[in-house]
Nanobody, 125 residues
Framework: QVHLVESGGGLLQAGGSLRLSCIASGRPFITYFMAWFRQAPGKEREFVAAITRSGTSTTYADSVKGRFTISRDNAKNTVYLQMNSLNPGDTAVYYC??????????????????WGQGTQVTVSS
């Protein structure tokens, strides 16, 4: 079992930056792929970014590529999402997720077993 808790969400204006954090407890953090997903009102949950166990490889949704950066600190059991150049289209509840199995970095939500409660990010124009 893994317990995930996100933090760092908030309300900000377009063009601003925000860093989300997700701290994990339970099984050894380094055994998990980690990812961020988001869900906007009235829309399905969508993939944002994912990172391998060691942190050496990452992948991003096209909509955030070049603006968002996912990273992890295995010593702190924490994964981060640095978000720059935010726009109203980024408004959503952001969730971190953990996947304990597999050898290929997953990007679908049904490949992740553990989820945090979410943190709201609201970007005004």
């Amino acid at each position: 079992q893994v317990h995930l808790v996100e933090s760092g969400g908030g309300l900000l204006q377009a063009g601003g930056s925000l860093r989300l954090s997700c701290i994990a407890s339970g099984r050894p953090f380094i055994t998990y792929f980690m990812a961020w997903f988001r869900q906007a009102p009235g829309k399905e949950r969508e993939f944002v970014a994912a990172i391998t166990r060691s942190g050496t490889s990452t992948t991003y949704a096209d909509s955030v590529k070049g603006r968002f950066t996912i990273s992890r600190d295995n010593a702190k059991n924490t994964v981060y999402l640095q978000m720059n150049s935010l726009n109203p289209g980024d408004t959503a509840v952001y969730y971190c997720a953990a996947a304990p199995y597999g050898s290929i970095l997953p990007t679908r939500d049904n490949q992740y077993d553990y989820w945090g409660q979410g943190t709201q990010v609201t970007v005004s124009s």
